[in-house]
């Protein structure tokens, strides 16, 4: 087992208290790893920079290759651009993955619930490209790429490939959308046809597509989209399984990723130690994954799978009384 380098950025409000824990939790599974802590979001501001995604940060992600996040505040309406976005953009984070599938103890309307959300992360309405036409008028313009939408579906077919996934269904809105839309999908149908015929292909309009996951998600295996349709289905898949505070996210790109708690700062419960560290730790096995480090991966998965089944040390949000600390310090125990 090498040793790694990983950039620690324990974000705003409860990220501090989740990423310790996380770290904890991969050092009692066996991970060899010197970890880099620098800032991000409003916690930049705070320790005196002058940016919420400092230089420093992003230089040290793109020397070590990896990066361990806690959530962070954007603004809604004003204030600073959103530091998630940023990280994207100025690294190259095209692909954002988030598995979403049910986990002993989490009892929910759903069961037998595993599907890979493949988001594209670097263009669609998120480009930031807005501006005010006239007094009272403003445009915001969503763009798409042949190049941006190839690498996506690319990335998508070689991940359901590679994790044995057997369907691809991409969500669109082409039959109003017809040039941007159009494009992802003339992309997606491309790869589909002349580079991965071995795995079953579907479009479908994506209203439709909500309906039918709420109906039956179970239909499902891996998703394909753009930005906007990916940050919004994504978070209604996880409401499937349990919500934000049970999945995991990550942001790849070829020459770095980012692994991220995808749920938000909670500064309301911020310093009580009360919330619930199982996101990032979802997040840090699928870090582990990428690193090959698949043994430990699996350690940890199977630690706190039996955390949850076990039920006795359960977080507030998980119907249970533990803090943060005896979450992790059950899960350790798991671990020995």
């Not at 409003?42 to 361990?68: C, M, S, W």
């Not at 603004?75 to 599938?101: C, D, E, I, M, W």
């Amino acid at each position: 087992m090498a040793k790694h380098t990983i950039v620690g950025i324990p974000g705003d409000g409860i990220g501090p208290e989740v990423t310790a824990a996380t770290r904890r939790v991969l050092a009692a599974a066996g991970l060899d790893a010197e970890w880099v802590e620098l800032p991000a979001g409003a916690t930049a501001i705070e320790q005196g920079y002058d940016n919420v995604l400092p230089q420093r940060t992003l230089a040290a992600i793109q020397a070590h290759k990896f990066a361990l996040k806690g959530p962070v505040t954007t603004p809604v309406g004003k204030g600073f651009t959103s530091v998630n976005v940023q990280l994207r953009k100025k690294l190259n984070l095209y692909a954002a993955v988030r598995p979403v599938r049910n986990l002993p103890g989490v009892n929910t309307r759903y069961q037998g619930v595993d599907i890979v959300i493949v988001r594209e992360n670097t263009e669609g309405l998120y480009s930031g490209i807005e501006n005010e036409v006239v007094p009272g008028v403003v445009t915001s313009l969503k763009v798409a790429s042949e190049g941006a939408c190839m690498r996506i579906a690319r990335f998508a077919f070689r991940y359901a490939t590679r994790r044995h996934r057997k369907k691809l269904t991409v969500f669109h809105k082409a039959n109003i959308m017809k040039l941007t839309d159009g494009l992802f999908l003339t992309c997606a149908r491309r790869v589909s046809e002349e580079e991965y015929p071995n795995i079953e292909y579907e479009e479908m309009i994506i209203d439709a597509g909500c309906m039918k996951l709420v109906q039956d998600p179970t239909r499902f295996d891996m998703l394909l989209m753009e930005n906007l349709y990916g940050d919004l289905v994504s978070d209604l898949c996880a409401g499937l399984v349990g919500g934000l505070g049970v999945v995991g996210g990550s942001n790849i790109g070829d020459a770095a990723a980012v692994f991220e708690a995808v749920h938000g700062s909670a500064p309301d419960i911020a310093g009580k130690g009360v919330a619930n560290p199982l996101a990032l730790i979802v997040s840090a096995t699928m870090m582990l994954d990428h690193m090959h480090e698949e043994a430990i991966s699996q350690k940890v998965r199977e630690a706190y799978e039996a955390v949850l089944k076990d039920g006795k040390s359960l977080t507030r949000d998980l119907g249970g009384t533990a803090g943060t600390e005896e979450f992790a310090e059950a899960l350790i125990r798991r671990l020995k």
